[in-house]
Structures are given as C-alpha cells and as structure tokens.
C-alpha cells in the first residue's frame, strides 16, 4: 500500500539558511498535518491543511510557513534557520474525519549547523 | 487543553513476557480517540491500535490489547508474547472527536526495552 512520502530524507544547512520539506499524502487524504520532534522529546504539532486551507495551527514559529498544493502535497518553508530548528520533522495524512488515522512518513532529518 | 501524560519513562520486558505500558490524559470533552504509536530507532512512526472513546469494548490487534477506563482517564497498553521487534519508544495520543480536523497530541513516549 502507498505511504506519506517525504523528501529530502536527510538535509543539512547552515544559520541563516532556508530550506523546503516536501510530503505527499496517500492518495485520497484530503488532510496533512506537520510535526516537529526534537532530539529525545515527543512529536510537537506544527501546522495542518484540510482541502488545501489551513486547518489548525499549533506551535509552528512565524519564521515557518507552510501549504497545501491541488495535488493535495504540501511543503513546509523554513526561513531564518536556527541551530534549535534541528529535528526529525513528519508528515501526516488522514482522510477528514476524526475515525481516520494518521498515517506517518518516515521523517526528514534537518541539521542546522 | 488536553495533555497526555505517561508516567514510565522507560520500561524493560523478557522476550515472550506480558508488559503494560500506562498512559493517562485530561479532557473535559465526551468524543475523542486515543491512539498508541511505535516508533522504532528508525524512527518512522507506526500506528499500533486505536480505541474510540464511545465504545465501552477495548480495542485489540493481534498481541496488543488496551484497557480503557474512561471515568478514570486510562489508557493502557498490554503487548502480550513480547518479542525484540517490539523493542522501540511508544507514544500515547489523544485526538478530539469535533472541531478542527483533529491533530495528535502526544505523551513524553515510553522506551520499552526487550531482554532476550
């Protein structure tokens, strides 16, 4: 079965730097939801996208934008990189409905250096 | 605000042994579903069993089963027959039943370990 996909795997940048992460939903989840997870903690919400229109919005700082493309991908922008931006960062999807389940991607790795 | 607390930090198992894992969670909302999620030192995170607040029967998969109480706020996660693959960090979450589309909050997670 398809999965969430997410690219890069791994990226590294410097201070200052920006950098895009890229996720592609399973076919026919209308939603995407960000998570940031630090070394060692739990997965913080970011962001989420229903139908191309933010739907929530968590601890995502203002140096962070993100959206959701017709194709139903979404790409998170990250300006200003900061050493603390260092972190595994998922894509979600699930179809709309609370019954359905997040299904994960496996992760990019950003090292800010 | 709702928050999810597990209380084990780390917990050990020998192979082929019965270990629960606890998780607890605050909501004053009716309509929620929780979730218990592996994630393994690859990191991905896997989707172990679910159980939605309005069905009294707990939920089971295979050799993973919960115990949900819901007047007491309980979660907990019974992984029968332990075997090394299930050696990884499990998350306890919560997710409303209305509003928003629904985003996971997660406990501090749970580092089982299996002994051979």
């Known amino acids: 079965a398809a999965g969430v996909i997410q690219s890069p795997r791994h990226l590294i940048k410097e201070k200052r730097e920006t950098a895009t992460l890229k996720c592609y939903p399973i076919?026919?989840?209308?939603?995407v939801y960000w998570y940031q997870q630090g070394p060692g903690q739990d997965p913080q919400f970011l962001i989420s996208f229903y139908e191309k229109m933010q739907s929530d919005k968590g601890s995502i700082p203002d140096r962070f934008s993100a959206q959701q493309f017709s194709d139903y991908h979404s790409e998170l922008n990250m300006s200003s990189l900061e050493l603390g931006d260092s972190a595994l960062y998922f894509c979600?999807?699930?179809?709309?409905?609370?019954?359905?389940?997040?299904?994960f991607g496996n992760g990019t790795r950003l090292t800010v250096t | 605000a709702q928050t999810v607390t597990q209380s084990q930090p780390e917990m050990s198992v020998q192979e082929a042994e019965t270990v629960t894992l606890s998780c607890t969670y605050d909501?004053?909302?009716?309509?929620?579903?929780l979730f218990w999620y592996k994630q393994p030192p690859s990191r991905q995170m896997i989707l172990v069993i679910r159980q939605e607040a309005y069905k009294q029967q707990n939920a089971t998969e295979n050799r993973f089963s919960v115990n949900f109480q819901k007047a007491a706020k309980s979660f907990s996660l019974k992984i029968s027959d332990s075997q090394l693959g299930d050696a990884a960090m499990y998350f306890c979450?919560?997710?409303?039943?209305?509003?928003?589309?629904?985003?996971?909050?997660f406990g501090k997670g749970t580092k089982l370990s299996v002994k051979p």
């Open positions: 979450a919560y997710r409303r039943g209305e509003g928003s589309q629904g985003n996971l909050i």
């Open positions: 909501t004053s909302e009716s309509d929620y579903y």
């Open positions: 979600a999807s699930s179809l709309a409905g609370h019954n359905s389940p997040l299904h």
């Open positions: 076919p026919r989840h209308d939603t």
